[in-house]
Nanobody
């Protein structure tokens, strides 16, 4: 199982970025996906999750109405569209999958695994 995040970069506050998480080595369409982030000196925190079908989503309060998680099962890729970025969004963003097929999406990192290499997002004011 491999998850590769990409799309990070350095932007100004108010700008947008779209992150991608390309999966391989398993049946992508059967597993929920999530994005987490870790800022320097802070613990990893939940950002967003999407069910295996794409029907259900969860968001952290801090990103609700600014970020949108989506997935394309045919392309085996999950996305995180980030709008109205703020300096406090600066972090390394990583994707992960729920451990069980057809599993539930949650806010807890304990329920996710196969963490991909993250992509750095830097937002300057």
């Amino acid at each position: 199982v491999q998850l590769q995040a990409s799309g990070g970069g350095s932007v100004q506050a108010g700008d947008s970025l779209r992150l991608s998480c390309e999966a391989s080595g398993y049946i992508f369409s059967l597993y929920p996906m999530a994005w987490f982030r870790q800022a320097p000196g802070k613990e990893r925190e939940f950002v967003a999750a999407i069910s295996w079908s794409g029907t259900y989503t969860l968001y952290a309060e801090s990103v609700k109405n600014r970020f949108t998680i989506s997935r394309d099962n045919a392309k085996k890729t999950a996305y995180l569209q980030m709008n109205k970025l703020r300096p406090e969004d600066t972090a390394v963003y990583s994707c992960a999958r729920v451990q069980k097929r057809y599993g539930e999406i949650t806010y807890s990192s304990d329920d996710y695994g196969n963490w991909g290499q993250g992509t750095l997002v830097t937002v300057s004011s």
